[in-house]
């Protein structure tokens, strides 16, 4: 049966395909319709995830040859070049350069669970590759460099392949505390005025010192419950949020007492 | 009053002594038996082997430490477990050969009520020809499994960078010793750690580095991989793994299992039957691990150490080891309470258990060989496993035999790991890896057997700081230091 192909932005493709445990009809029934679909789409190779189904398995053209790579793994590796790649995933205009290893060696298994082994080198290395990337999450945009990723994106996205939200590049939580250490940069540095100013001054800049240190308390309380949320709603972002933002807390906390003990025992009128 | 008694010093078994003294007070004892006189904060064993932490720094002497907990502390070997006890008495007991305390080779009859196995591994560095004996580490290669070896390693790495500085070039072979090895992760820190240090002595571009390993793919460090955060992406550990390797110049052979190990050579046999050579000038391999070769017998004095302890030599707990193929592995294989299936007053935690299955697809060769990751069973979850056995066991002193038993099952834990790539304090850098479940549910987590929100991982500066800071918490933890209960597994 032919299935629909999934391509940029669908963020499907970036999940890692599991092996392949049983090698059953339901396996059988998979291969048929990834053979169907490369087909029907004029593919010279294809793996489950392009049809949404998170299994190792891929099946490539060599010659008139077809072959069915299951739970394929790549152990050996020899030389690099850098050749322009297309995939389907991605829109017929696309093209990356990329690196990738001149010669592999390959293992897996046929449909009825043996294990094969193949040693390859040129195109054919280069389509394999690109393939078992697909089994772990990657497209051509993982194997570019982040500067030319990011252009890549701009120019898909220039042409309406916007990608869904994923990772923010900034927190919003970090304007809280980057607002926090700004004060708290603000009131060390009144620490020198009360060399210079009138007892009048020095009275006011303790009153203000006082103001901006609640500020930081109050900037560090807003941190902390609006990074708890943000944890929760990016938590496949970054590990150890929550413990990040504990931490960061603690160290804010720290810091805070070093300069509120400056302010009431030295900026004290 | 009752006698529990833990056999090893290490995670598990210090975690399982510390906090079951610290439960049952004086009203009951608590007997420790290691070989060793010292505990090893492991992880930290990567620095020590680079010359970047000091054997000391890693280490700390036991019998303070047991003395203050009211440990009864022997250090000596355990030989064989009489669960029934023999033809003189019922009471179960421990044949155990000292090794130090001034009674080296003496041999002693310990009794318990309850036995903690926590021997942790044998290195079984004899399981490939040259990489080491029945005595241990051969002389071809070095080793980072203990602080003693990797202190000699870090001797070893100092004369290469001597001889780089003189322009000579070095090849660094570092991965696994064998097929059927775990620690890929130990082995991963180790080259990159080594590969930090090259470039730090300005020697880098005369190395040459090379990674061998029984992995079927990179980054699947024992667990079947999981996911990374790189540059604001979140990719898989394979596609992070080789960028990295790439990215530090390191070239890499996986799906290996090493069957020789020769000066300046290893032969290895590939998943694909075929057969290859390696040569090197520094090897770190890390070596199999087995059961210390622990044997028990009978009343009568027959030897049921085949009842006690799986044929590779850890004990068996209330796993289930007749799951079968690879398709028919369940979360439910694995054990929850660690309590041997027989002695019902015999528990394992750490590596000493014996796990059901592998974790990593399992994976031979042509010709038969098996190549793939066993099982990691170190670290966190061997802390965890240790309180949990302490725990139910001082539940059953204390509320009898019905007692609830604690569970710590590793289908149902998460684990956090952090992997040193490199160390300092502005340059260093380290994988900060969190992984749930540890063993894979395929039954709640269709597919991947994992939830990926909270199996991840990410690499940078702040990942160096915490390893670093879990260094020193865990020495002060290990030490029994004010708060220690407070700090977890």
């Known amino acids: ?269 | 009053m009752a006698r529990v008694v833990v056999l090893g010093g290490g995670v598990a078994g210090h975690t399982a002594a510390t906090f079951a003294a610290d439960w049952l007070g004086k009203d009951h004892e608590v007997v420790v038996v290691t070989p060793n006189s010292k505990w090893n904060w492991i992880p930290s064993n990567i620095w020590v082997g680079v010359g970047q932490m000091s054997k000391e720094e890693v280490t700390f002497d036991l019998a303070p430490v047991y003395q203050k907990a009211g440990i009864t502390y022997k250090q000596a070997k355990a030989l064989s477990l009489n669960p029934e006890g023999n033809a003189s008495g019922d009471k179960p007991f421990v044949t155990i050969e000292y090794t130090g305390q001034g009674k080296t080779g003496q041999s002693e009859e310990v009794t318990y009520d309850y036995l903690i196995n926590a021997t942790g591994p044998k290195l079984n560095f004899a399981a490939t020809p040259g990489l080491g004996d029945a005595n241990g580490l051969g002389e071809f290669t070095v080793s980072v499994c203990t602080a003693d070896h990797a202190d000699h390693a870090a001797h070893e790495f100092a004369k290469c960078i001597e001889k780089m500085k003189k322009g000579e070039r070095q090849k660094f072979l570092i991965g696994t010793g064998h097929g059927m090895c775990t620690c890929q992760g130990a082995a991963f820190e180790y080259i990159f750690n080594i590969e930090h240090e090259l470039r730090k002595a300005g020697v880098r571009d005369l190395a040459d580095m090379q990674w061998i390993s029984n992995e079927s793919f990179l980054g699947d460090f024992g667990i079947g991989g999981l996911h990374m955060k790189r540059g604001g992406y979140a990719a898989s550990s394979r596609l992070f793994a080789e960028s990295l390797y790439s990215e530090r110049g390191v070239k890499w052979l996986i799906g290996a299992h090493v069957n020789k190990v020769e000066k300046g050579k290893v032969s290895y046999e590939l998943l694909d039957g075929s057969m290859g050579e390696e040569e090197f000038d520094f090897a770190m391999l890390i070596p199999p691990f087995a059961g210390v070769g622990l044997k028990a017998y009978d009343k009568a004095g027959e030897d049921i150490t085949a009842t006690v302890f799986a044929p590779n030599g850890f004990m068996k707990v209330d796993a289930k080891y007749d799951a079968g193929a690879y398709e028919n592995w369940k979360a439910s294989d694995w054990p929850r309470t660690y309590q041997n299936p027989t002695y019902k007053n015999l528990f394992a935690a750490g590596i000493a258990f014996a796990p059901p299955h592998p974790i990593s697809k399992p994976m031979s060769s042509p010709n038969g060989t098996q190549i793939f990751p066993t099982p990691p069973r170190t670290g966190m979850p061997s802390g965890i496993i240790g309180k949990a056995v302490a725990h139910s066991v001082c539940d059953l002193i204390k509320k009898g035999p019905s007692a609830h038993l604690h569970e710590a099952s590793m289908a149902e834990m998460g684990a956090a790991c952090v992997a040193s790539a490199g160390k300092g304090l502005f340059d260093g850098t380290a994988a900060a890896l969190t992984v749930y479940p540890v063993v894979p549910d395929f039954e709640k987590y269709p597919g991947l057997g994992r939830d990926l929100d909270y199996t991840f991982g990410e690499i940078g500066l702040a990942g160096h700081w915490i390893k670093h800071i879990l260094h020193h918490l865990f020495m002060y933890k290990a030490k029994l230091n004010p708060g220690w209960t407070l700090i977890p597994e």
Not at chain 1, 58 to 83: D, P, Q, S, W, Y
Not at chain 1, 119 to 129: C, D, W
């Open chain 1, 1 to 269: 049966m032919i299935k629909e192909l999934i391509t940029y932005p669908d963020e499907r493709i970036k999940y890692i395909s599991a092996d392949v445990r049983k090698f059953d009809d339901e396996l059988f029934e998979l291969l048929e319709n990834m053979h169907d679909t490369m087909e029907h789409q004029a593919l010279d190779a294809i793996s489950a995830i392009q049809i949404a189904i998170p299994f190792s398995a891929i099946i490539i053209k060599e010659g008139e040859k077809i072959l069915e790579l299951i739970n394929a793994r790549i152990i050996v590796n020899e030389g690099v070049n850098e050749a322009e790649e297309k995939s389907a995933y991605f829109p017929s205009g696309f093209s990356a350069t990329i690196k990738r290893y001149s010669t592999i060696k390959v293992v897996y298994e046929n449909r009825h669970g043996e294990l094969q082994h193949l040693n390859v080198n040129g195109e054919f290395s280069r389509r394999i590759q690109q393939q078992v990337d697909f089994l772990f999450g990657g497209t051509l945009l993982d194997k570019m460099a982040k500067e030319n990723r990011t252009e890549a994106e701009k120019k898909l996205s220039n042409e309406g392949f916007i990608a869904g939200e994923s990772c923010p590049v900034v927190f919003v939580r970090d304007y809280f505390k980057r607002g926090a250490k700004y004060l708290l940069v603000l009131v060390t540095l009144t620490f020198i005025l009360p060399f210079f100013v009138s007892p009048e001054m020095r009275a006011l800049v303790y009153m203000l010192d006082k103001y901006a240190l609640f500020g930081v308390i109050l900037l560090m309380i807003i941190y902390f419950i609006y990074g708890q949320y943000e944890g929760k709603k990016y938590k496949q972002c970054t590990s150890c949020q929550i413990g990040n933002i504990i931490g960061t807390v603690l160290i804010l906390s720290f810091q805070l007492l070093i300069v509120s003990l400056g302010v009431f025992l030295w900026v004290t009128p």
